[in-house]
């Protein structure tokens, strides 16, 4: 069983920054990724990584401003959020997996952490 635990989240003004953590419990050689859910939305996969962390996955709806990383020494996965804007307010859920690709079917959920985005 793998516990995943976000943090990070929060309320930040259009053009901010804010980074996600998600720490794992247990071992580190799953896929890794985020989700998102807007109220009134589709969940969308925001981006995945390797569990080597050399290969990632980042949606275009936020190509040029996401970066997805880990550390696995620290069993926690990271999601830079730049330059945000309203759009991007959602939940963001970690989640963790072994397979890759698109679509992508994680085994295990965080609970999940509020971002907002004022105009």
């Not at 896929?31 to 859910?37: E, I, P």
């Not at 401003?65 to 926690?76: G, H, L, P, V």
Request: a neutral charge.
């Amino acid at each position: 069983q793998v516990q995943l635990v976000e943090s990070g989240g929060g309320l930040v003004q259009a053009g901010g920054s804010l980074r996600l953590s998600c720490a794992a419990s247990g071992r580190t050689t799953y896929h890794m990724g985020w989700f998102r859910q807007a109220p009134g939305k589709q969940q969308e996969l925001v981006a995945t990584i390797r569990p080597s962390g050399v290969d990632s996955y980042v949606a275009d709806s936020v190509k040029g401003r996401f970066t997805i990383s880990r550390d696995n020494a620290k069993n926690t996965v990271y999601l830079q959020m730049n330059s945000l804007e309203s759009e991007d307010t959602a939940v963001y859920f970690c989640a963790a997996g072994d397979t890759w690709g698109e679509p992508w079917h994680p085994i295990y959920w965080g609970q999940g952490t509020q971002v907002t985005v004022s105009r």
